[in-house]
């Protein structure tokens, strides 16, 4: 199968390691240090256990460069997808499918859903419908993106935790492209379900994003540091409440109990989230997918949201002042 990652960050580039060493044609998309590094000496993941792999990838800053595609892995922050999405429609073979790695609420979350907002487009994470005219979405793979990794250098990845990537169709069909999918990433020695609900399996994870990256950015605070702290704890649950209502009004049913989700980011210990780690780079933050895109939901369903606000416009300011250094 032939594979693009599309962004040779932290998960694109363990994705991008692992599926070159088990047998996958894979090419990426990288740039500056990344690129170079990744051209002159490959990409090299560091394993949980401290095993390191090194693979040597096809890499160009031009996705035309690297040949028509089986499989286009969006491996981008959602603030990056839209300049991302550029010339993949061109990149994919006739049967080729997207998949879309990124965190939080997607682009295509009504597309495909009956309903009264069938087709409908949230502003806060496609604003002006780049994305959404960019990308064909009957060729995409939703999926669920749960391992945690980070850069140490251009070209060196460390995985942390986690080994799940679940996928699904974005209308709930088993089809054979999912399964080919899935079964490549399992030769990479990923866990790839192919489930039939995406869209509560996204919530599922985003019900803890939503609260612990922009607490984490704000505070600078690890997963472990807020889990134990009474009143971040707190925070942190109001707000995963007001992202429940707002999932359930849309149909979502969450299949664990709150404290449970709590728990489960408590056990992960003194681990920065994405969030932080963008914040300690001075990057642009994923606010609005994780956060933004919840915040405009609530308004879409009647659901009030006054924790989940509240937080979001200090993460705004935050991001703004990062920038404008």
């Not at 990426?28 to 990744?38: D, M, Q, W």
């Not at 998949?99 to 069938?118: C, D, M, R």
């Not at 709930?172 to 999918?181: C, E, I, N």
Request: net charge neutral; hydrophobic share 45%; with cysteine.
């Amino acid at each position: 199968m032939r594979i693009c990652i599309v962004g040779a960050g932290s998960i694109g580039g363990m994705l991008a390691v692992r599926l070159a060493q088990s047998g996958a044609q894979v090419s990426t998309l990288a740039r500056g240090a990344n690129l170079a590094a990744i051209r002159e000496k490959g990409l090299t993941l560091i394993e949980e256990d401290g095993t390191n792999r090194t693979a040597q990838i096809a890499a160009s800053a031009q996705l035309a460069d690297l040949g028509q595609q089986d499989a286009i892995i969006l491996a981008v922050k959602a603030h990056q997808l839209a300049d991302a999405s550029a010339g993949v429609r061109e990149a994919l073979a006739p049967d080729g499918v997207i998949v879309t790695a990124q965190n939080g609420i997607p682009w295509w979350y009504f597309s495909k859903l009956p309903g009264p907002h069938e087709g409908r487009r949230i502003e806060s994470v496609d604003p002006g419908g780049r994305v959404a005219a960019a990308l064909p979405v009957d060729r995409v793979i939703g999926s669920v993106v749960y391992p945690a990794a980070e850069i140490v250098a251009p070209g060196i990845i460390r995985h942390i935790e986690g080994n799940r990537f679940s996928l699904g169709e974005i209308d709930g069909a088993q089809t054979p492209r999912a399964t080919a999918l899935s079964e490549a990433l399992r030769a990479a020695g990923f866990k790839a379900p192919v489930i039939g609900d995406i869209r509560s399996e996204l919530w599922t994870k985003l019900w803890g994003n939503l609260a612990f990256n922009p607490i984490s950015a704000l505070t600078r605070a690890t997963l472990a540091g807020i889990c134990a702290s009474g009143q971040s704890r707190a925070l942190a649950a109001d707000m995963m409440r007001e992202a429940q209502a707002v999932a359930e009004a849309l149909g979502v049913r969450f299949r664990i109990p709150l404290e449970k989700r709590i728990e489960g980011a408590a056990q992960v210990g003194e681990h920065k989230t994405s969030m932080l780690q963008d914040v300690e780079a001075g990057r642009a933050l994923e606010t609005d997918a994780l956060v933004g895109a919840v915040a405009e939901l609530g308004r879409l369903t009647g659901v009030p949201t006054p924790h989940i606000d509240a937080v979001l416009a200090c993460v705004k300011l935050l991001e703004a002042t990062l920038l404008a250094r």
